[in-house]
């Protein structure tokens, strides 16, 4: 698939992983539908890219939202090739807490909500999307669909049994989803980031980066929203991957805490 005048989805897209990616995609020809709850840096950043940007606020969890900003890039756009799942939230509560009281019921759903069934709900939008467009290729290529998981789902630590959940559940979905997309010529992968240097990372205290940047292996650092940029390029790019997760980590792997 050819970046240079597609279109593609980008969720989280403000800031973090989602606005390195939307910065990658523009500066290959490519234009971007931003999605993201922070209308003032979602519409700085279309701002900063031009005529190739479209920012929509919308809750990925929230089904007309995410429909009606799908409707509107196909109507600047002419169509909607790639949709990149960028946006998430954290939690730290351990199962039971040093004073007996349960993860809270409440936060534990809001997690998955957000991170797994938010996924899901623009997935399979965007997948309905592309599935109208006529093939690209030989093959009969309509689209492709890149899910964030994260090493946690993997590696979960104290206190991430929700957040390792709903990322777990991005992995698991990752192949039934290319099945089932496989038929109309959409392709479905998944990335597993390790420890980057996102807004979230950066406000963190040294002491509790320097420990991960620890079990890093190489290269000894926080990994660039740039890196994980370049590998949407490169998903978006190897028509031939298809149905698979990719751990990009520099080797970590997480220890209890």
Known sequence: MQIKNSTTLITGGASGLGHATAQALVERGGRVLIIDLNQEQGQAAAQALGDAALFVQADVTDE???QSAIDQAVEQFGRLDV?????GIGSANKTVDR???PHPL????KVIQINLIGSFNVGRLAAAAMAKNAPIDADGQRGLIVNTASVAAFDGQLGQAAYSASKGGI???????ARDLASLGIRCNTIAPGIFSTPLMNGMPDKVKEPLVAMTQFPKRLGHPEEYARMVVTLIENDFMNGET???????????R
């Open 106 to 109: 409440d936060g534990f759903e």
């Open 171 to 177: 992995v698991g979905m990752t192949l039934p989803m």
């Open 99 to 101: 004073e007996g009281a």
């Open 83 to 87: 949709c990149v799942n960028c946006a």
């Open 246 to 256: 990719l751990r990009l980590d520099g080797a970590i792997r997480m220890q209890p």
């Open 64 to 66: 007309a939202q995410i």
